[in-house]
């Protein structure tokens, strides 16, 4: 069975500290997709993220990276130089075989950026 | 990106009458939606996969009966909550799998809050 763990229920930090919010992942298939969503107080999912089991290059967009380790079976999100913006839940999620697969969701961690 | 909304956005309706809610997909076609609830402070959760022109397939746990699913075209999908209750007071979020781009785009949810 699938399942996503997110260790981290909330987070402080203040602004511009880096912060990794971890991402521990669950499937017995060997084709998956895993992604980082975030949802801001509106409630709207923000897509961030969709990276394929293939594909273990580590990403950076901006101040935002992801560290993909199938050996550990994690999928570690890092904001660096946090904002006041990026307070929020951050969701990873994982999807088996076909990306438009149903999505099962971690528990999220609420991230609050201090100023 | 493509773009997937629900209407309404927010709805308030007293205990024991049905709400329907609407997801769209405007500018691609979707053969495949999904339905998802999130209780406050708490992850999404799947409810159920639609398809269209066939059956919804529920998942455990998740009353047919009282969540009915209609896809009755490729740009909609429809939830309509029967008999409502203060306890299924809820976020509720689709998604759209967009067949072209192996993607799949989440609404913006509704708001349901039964009195």
């Known amino acids: 069975a699938q399942k996503v763990t997110q260790a981290q229920t909330e987070i402080s930090v203040v602004e511009k500290e880096d912060v990794t919010l971890d991402c521990v992942y669950e499937?017995?298939?060997?084709?998956?997709?895993l992604f980082w969503y975030k949802q801001p107080p509106s409630g709207e999912l923000v897509f961030l993220i969709r990276?394929?089991?293939?594909?273990?290059q580590n990403e950076i967009s901006g101040r935002y990276s992801w560290n993909f380790q199938k050996s550990t079976s994690s999928f570690n999100f890092t904001i660096t130089a946090s904002q006041v913006v990026d307070s929020a839940v951050y969701f990873c999620a994982l999807s088996e075989a076909t990306s438009y697969d149903k999505v099962i969701f971690g528990p999220g961690t609420s991230l609050s950026v201090i100023p | 990106g493509a773009v997937v909304s629900q209407h309404p956005s927010r709805v308030i309706c007293k205990s024991g009458t049905s709400v329907k809610i609407e997801c769209r997909s405007l500018d691609f076609q979707a053969t495949t939606m999904f339905w998802y609830r999130q209780f406050p402070k708490q992850s999404l959760m799947l409810m159920a996969t639609s398809n269209e022109g066939s059956k919804a397939t529920y998942e455990q746990g998740v009353e047919k009966d009282k969540f009915l699913i209609n896809h009755a075209s490729l740009t909609l999908s429809t939830l309509t909550v029967t008999s409502a209750h203060p306890e299924d007071s809820s976020f509720y979020i689709c998604s759209a799998t967009d067949d072209r781009y192996n993607e799949q785009f989440f609404g913006p949810g509704t708001r349901l809050t039964v009195l």
């Open positions: 499937t017995r298939d060997t084709t998956y997709y």
């Open positions: 990276r394929n089991s293939f594909d273990e």
